[in-house]
């Protein structure tokens, strides 16, 4: 037993000094090792194209879909990271026998010695794959594609100028230049010394820090009085790019009043730039102590999260005295309210399922469709949304139209649709590269903040949307949408969200739900008393919208920095539960007919789903050939997230026929039509199938494509023309087809 037990480490003590002897003999692969964040970076950089185009497209392909003022930025930020992982690169290469203790490294021969006198063309061919996908996958002209890269390298290289004229005030007059990127010996660049700068202040500071230092701190950094070459133009190239870094904080924030978007992809490749040069430089200091790099900040990343319980959090509003709101008083009021109005034949209520954008761009499509179809008779007759996911953002910006004059009007119909297409993962990328990135470095001043703390990617998400409703200055709440709800000219709203302490639905509605639901109430849970907690109605759509990584799992913060929140539940998207909306109906559907069966009798209930593509919608000729060793790895996630997702679709299938079955004696008819996006519908070719884009990001074809197939709907569908018969009216054709 105990042998058995041996083996394993003894063979990976044996491959660790069989690594080591190796790398002691030869000293290239030493140099390798020092490099390795360098060579990270560039195959990143590189290897982030591929993986978009051909491994995930779903959720990276639409990242190269961008403008040609935004190709120019990604080429410009591109090229700029392609020449900090140069200017790394020689750094440790040439300073590692003085920091390391190693033998110099001495590549000959005529094709290195190519290679090192036109590195800094070499080098840039690690932003050619990025700069050629936009290139290809962006629908301008080719003219202006190309005049965009030709931009973006004048920028690259204005950037590298003004690094390399700023390097010179650091230097000292009689140095000879250096040659890790440009070689500055032009009069323009040479008279840039200053002798008095240098010798006043320059060479007294670096003299004044470095005298006290221990030589295993210096060396590889300074000689005597002197910065080591390549440190000085790594300084102000750093300078430069980090300015760069900032000023785009300011000017793409989204609340900023400019108004003006940058290209997600620019943001990640940022934040390339921003690694290439952290990690070679924590790796420079650390390897001289045979300290693991990564290792460290993780454990330091841990630390400081621990010690200063550093979370995600949303803002939830003040308490305020509300009257209740039940089910049955909101079917009560609809009743009354249609009565007055017109005949209603059919109450109407709705589930919209999750899945990305996609869900939403096709929620609000299916959604304004039918209103332009049928009019007032099928918002007159709307009830309830139940919401999940992208279908969420759908619902809430149909919803949101919604006044006490009625529903939102035909020409509000258009902004709707657009707005549920808009792409928020500009929003989300601008999040990452600095609150969610100052939170992970700076995490002492997130954590003692009220203000900060909820400050992320969630919250640029949520400026985004809300930037795309009918009103932005006048932020609705789940209490204010109450009082139209009670007024009866507004559909009742379930956002549905999960637990994730516990697993469980939590339904985020103004309405006030009974305890004999399956699911947790956000009114009820942090209730106060007679005082229920509001809700930005944008809030709670990103928490049930809280996409895997594209907005974090969040728990909830009083906006003034009161008492603590309890229960500290962290939300995640309610998808994870019930990624369809339609347990919320039937619970609704049971509830209601239970003490208002009497109000309904002689009327059909008309449950409208609202779908995204499954897995089992999957074309088999789509299929790609097995590939054993991934099923034989991670097959069983992949069965259990596939299965998850599978049950819940033929449960609800199931659900709604128990209910049908139920009520049917007692007089009320109920019926369910689905509208389910299907590519083998749409005359578009680009899928919206099972593998349509799951980012917050579409290309104008996939919004063409999710068009085509509301239109086929319009015009072939059978279940357009069900819902025209339970409404008992006739359908405008070419009002759909709008």
């Not at 083998?680 to 074809?701: C, H, I, M, N, Y």
Request: hydrophobic residues 45%.
């Amino acid at each position: 037993m105990f042998l058995s037990g041996a083996v394993p480490w003894v063979f990976v003590l044996l491959v660790g000094y069989v690594i080591v002897h190796i790398q002691r003999q030869q000293p290239f692969l030493q140099y390798l090792f020092f490099c390795r964040f360098q060579l990270l970076i560039g195959l990143v950089l590189v290897g982030i194209v591929p993986l978009a185009l051909w491994r995930v497209p779903s959720l990276l392909r639409n990242l190269f879909v961008v403008s040609p003022m935004d190709i120019a930025m990604i080429t410009w930020l591109a090229l700029v990271t392609a020449w900090v992982v140069l200017i790394a690169t020689q750094i440790t290469c040439q300073l590692a026998p003085q920091r390391f203790g190693v033998a110099s490294l001495s590549l000959s021969g005529r094709f290195f010695e190519g290679v090192r006198q036109h590195r800094f063309l070499w080098f840039a061919l690690l932003a050619l794959p990025i700069t050629l996908a936009a290139f290809w996958l962006s629908p301008s002209d080719a003219l202006r594609k190309l005049s965009a890269i030709v931009l973006g390298v004048a920028l690259a290289y204005l950037n590298l100028l003004a690094a390399t004229y700023f390097q010179q005030l650091f230097v000292s007059p009689d140095a000879v230049s250096s040659d890790l990127l440009l070689a500055p010996r032009s009069y323009s660049f040479m008279k840039a010394r200053n002798r008095d700068l240098w010798r006043g202040y320059v060479r007294p500071t670096v003299h004044r820090v470095t005298q006290r230092l221990p030589e295993s701190l210096k060396a590889g950094y300074v000689y005597g009085d002197q910065i080591a070459p390549g440190h000085s133009l790594a300084f102000a190239f750093l300078v430069v790019t980090f300015g760069v870094y900032l000023a785009f904080y300011f000017v793409f924030s989204p609340t900023g009043r400019l108004n003006v978007g940058f290209p997600a992809l620019g943001y990640l490749v940022l934040l390339f730039m921003l690694a290439g040069w952290a990690l070679p430089a924590v790796a420079f200091f650390l390897d001289r102590f045979r300290m693991p790099t990564l290792l460290l900040l993780i454990a330091i990343s841990l630390l400081f999260y621990q010690t200063f319980e550093t979370d995600h959090y949303y803002t939830v509003l003040s308490p305020r005295l509300d009257d209740g709101l039940s089910p049955r008083q909101v079917v009560r009021q609809w009743a009354e309210h249609r009565q007055s109005l017109i005949d209603y034949p059919a109450m109407v209520v709705m589930a919209a399922s999750g899945g990305g954008i996609t869900a939403a761009a096709w929620t609000a499509r299916v959604l304004t469709g039918l209103q332009r179809a049928f009019g007032p008779r099928f918002s007159n007759s709307l009830s309830l949304i139940s919401a999940v996911s992208g279908g969420s953002v759908g619902a809430m910006y149909f919803i949101d139209g919604f006044t006490d004059r009625g529903p939102p009007e035909a020409t509000s119909l258009d902004r709707i649709v657009q707005a549920a297409e808009s792409s928020s993962l500009d929003a989300v990328a601008w999040g990452v590269a600095y609150p969610d990135l100052w939170r992970a470095t700076l995490t002492p001043l997130f954590s003692l903040s009220p203000t900060l703390r909820t400050l992320d990617r969630g919250w640029a998400i949520e400026q985004a949307w809300k930037k795309q409703l009918a009103d932005p200055q006048h932020e609705p709440t789940l209490l204010g949408w109450k009082d139209g709800v009670r007024a009866g000219w507004r559909p009742a709203t379930i956002f549905n969200a999960t637990i994730v302490e516990t697993g469980e639905r939590l339904l985020l509605t103004p309405i006030d739900i009974p305890d004999t639901w399956k699911a947790r109430s956000f009114l009820k849970m942090y209730a106060h008393g007679d005082r229920k907690p509001d809700l930005s109605i944008v809030t709670a759509t990103r928490l049930s919208a809280t996409f895997p990584y594209i907005s974090p799992i969040t728990r909830g913060s009083w906006g003034e920095g009161r008492e603590q929140f309890e229960p500290a539940y962290h939300l995640a998207d309610g998808g994870y539960y019930d990624n369809s909306g339609v347990l919320s109906i039937i619970e609704w559907l049971d509830t209601v007919l239970s003490g208002e069966a009497e109000t309904l009798k002689g009327q059909t209930i008309l449950i409208i789903r609202i779908e995204t593509p499954s897995p089992k919608d999957l074309d088999p000729a789509r299929l790609q050939q097995p590939k054993g060793w991934l099923y034989a790895t991670v097959g069983p996630l992949l069965t259990l997230a596939q299965v998850r997702t599978s049950t819940q679709f033929f449960r609800n299938d199931l659900d709604i026929d128990l209910l049908r079955n139920r009520w049917q004696s007692a007089g009320v008819l109920i019926e369910s039509v689905k509208f389910k996006l299907d590519d083998s519908r749409s005359a578009k070719p680009d899928k919206v199938g099972p593998e349509t884009p799951l980012s917050w990001q579409l290309s104008e074809a996939e919004k063409g494509a999710i068009k085509s197939a509301w239109q086929w709907q319009c015009n072939e569908g059978e279940e357009i023309k069900k819902v025209a018969q339970i409404l008992q009216t006739s359908m405008n054709p070419k009002a759909c087809l709008e």
